[in-house]
């Protein structure tokens, strides 16, 4: 079983700066892919950034150059640096992490979400 834990989100005004957190644990299971999605008010939940393995990242088109996400193997963690945001980045931003374990294979695992509020 997986267990993710987010943290770092709030209230900040509109061109400030956020940083979440989403650390996994467990035992078992390897991590695979790792990512970040939100969901606003109304709106369909959608991808704000992924990490491979490897490292690649990929972004929404709209948040390249704002958001960076990036992660710590040793601490199975995957962060999301948020600069300059905008009161349309408001939303509830959910974790996501993909592992793989010997006998149930591939699982996908979200984190409880955390709130990020811009104010204008």
């Known amino acids: 079983q997986v267990q993710l834990v987010e943290s770092g989100g709030g209230l900040v005004q509109a061109g400030g700066s956020l940083r979440l957190s989403c650390a996994a644990s467990?035992?078992?299971?390897?991590?695979?892919?790792m990512g970040w999605y939100r969901q606003a008010p109304g709106k369909q939940r959608e991808l704000v950034a992924s990490?491979?393995?490897?490292?690649?990242?990929a972004y929404a088109d709209a948040l390249k150059g704002r958001f960076t996400i990036s992660r710590d193997y040793a601490k199975n963690t995957v962060y999301l640096q948020m600069n300059s945001l905008k009161p349309e980045d408001t939303a509830v931003y959910y974790c996501n992490v993909r592992v793989w374990a010997r006998f149930a294979g591939s699982s996908n695992y979200w984190g409880q979400g955390t709130q990020v509020t811009v104010s204008s």
């Open positions: 467990g035992t078992g299971f390897s991590i695979t892919d």
């Open positions: 990490i491979t393995p490897g490292g690649s990242t």
